[in-house]
């Protein structure tokens, strides 16, 4: 889909690509805190773990280009030696800010090191290698990819260039946030590919988008690491 009054047919650099997850530490208070109600504050640590685990294996499956985990807290936080990251994941800090400055400032640094970049969060199950390996492609020919989730949000952002516009004075958490991104798009005249909805997993009635596997987990407290 291309928003009203952007070019088409724009010839682009190619760029290597860098898909960027933004991660927060699965740990119980800290990580997926609107599950609580409904998995326990351990429950929800132990699924904000395996959607990390899953997201991570899916980026690195996708064979795109260089993998990052951005993370908070900090790498050097001890709560990472936890979880079994493989060396080739490379690894940045979030730093401090709201949502839309901690991805502003990862799009911008890789974006000025040449690189196309694809944001992804840790919610979206559906995500898969494919739709990664879709994004990559796109960011060939567009300026930007969209996969948006039913909740009005999105489960990635690929750009091939940055502007601030993009980030800043969007209502994070709220059903109008790729609206949003798609308008910023469009005043820009960015070309974008956007796609169907996915779903996140955010809220107690999303969990029925779980794989039947992970909901089994959830009611035997028994996530296994693939």
Known sequence: MRCPG???GAVLQMKPVRIVIIAKAPQPGLAKT???PALGAQGAADLARHMLIH???KALAANIGTVELCVTPAPSDPVWQTLSIPDAV???DQCDGDLGERMARAAQRVTN???S???IGTDCPELSVDHLRQAGNELQRADASLFPTADGGYALLGLNRFDPSMFTDIAWSTDTVAFQTLCRLGRLGWTVESHAKLHDIDEPADLKWLPNTWLDAI???SFIEQ
């Open 113 to 115: 090191g040449g690189e």
């Open 219 to 221: 009611s035997t407290n």
């Open 55 to 57: 997201t991570l294996d």
């Open 34 to 36: 609107r599950l609580i």
């Open 90 to 92: 490379h690894w940045s």
């Open 6 to 8: 952007q070019p088409t």
């Open 117 to 119: 970049v694809v944001l």
